[in-house]
């Protein structure tokens, strides 16, 4: 049994490749058919894309609401890869603004719907139950679709997935 900390290393570009996957899938409407209906999923305000160069690394940072993701798409032309991206999922009226880190797939900046406030200390039981619902609403997405990736990566449908991003990166 490896080591913890040489399996994170090992497979971190999974992380990364899972990233890469979900903008692609987003950008193409490819996610509609993993996400239930009535819910959508859109890329957010930031995308950090990462290349190795012989002796340095290179980090890209896209940042701001509407930005142009044409320099994530130039970035990933020369062989960076996600690194990081922040999401947007809509369900119904309500939205979840959250960031997901490609190495080890750790959620931050998570962002639920409004709940309403605390008026009395019998609410707060109620306010921090519907809170960590939210929360693990977002965990909940995030697994599904990275076993959904999981499943595509380890089947044969997989090269035809990466000849479809590569003609994606390239247009």
Avoid at 70 to 82: A, D, I, P, R
Wanted: net charge neutral.
């Amino acid at each position: 049994m490896l080591d913890a900390s040489i399996s994170y290393y090992r497979y971190a570009f999974l992380g990364c490749e899972f990233l890469t996957w979900l903008w692609y899938s987003v950008s193409t409407s490819g996610i509609n058919t993993i996400l239930k209906k009535g819910c959508s999923l859109e890329i957010g305000n930031k995308i950090v894309l990462e290349r190795k160069l012989s002796d340095s690394i290179e980090k890209i940072t896209i940042k701001g609401k509407d930005a142009d993701l044409e320099e994530g798409m130039l970035s990933l032309k020369k062989g960076s890869v996600v690194k990081e991206i922040n999401l947007l999922y809509k369900s119904g009226e309500k939205e979840w603004f959250f960031t997901v880190t490609g190495e080890s797939l750790s959620l931050s900046n998570i962002k639920t719907p409004d709940i309403g406030f605390i008026e009395t200390k019998k609410d707060v039981e109620g306010f921090v139950i519907e809170k960590i619902f939210l929360f693990n609403l977002i965990y909940s997405l995030i697994d599904d679709l990275f076993i959904n990736f999981i499943k595509l990566r380890v089947s044969d449908k997989w090269p035809p997935v990466v000849s479809d991003i590569r003609k994606w990166i390239n247009t």
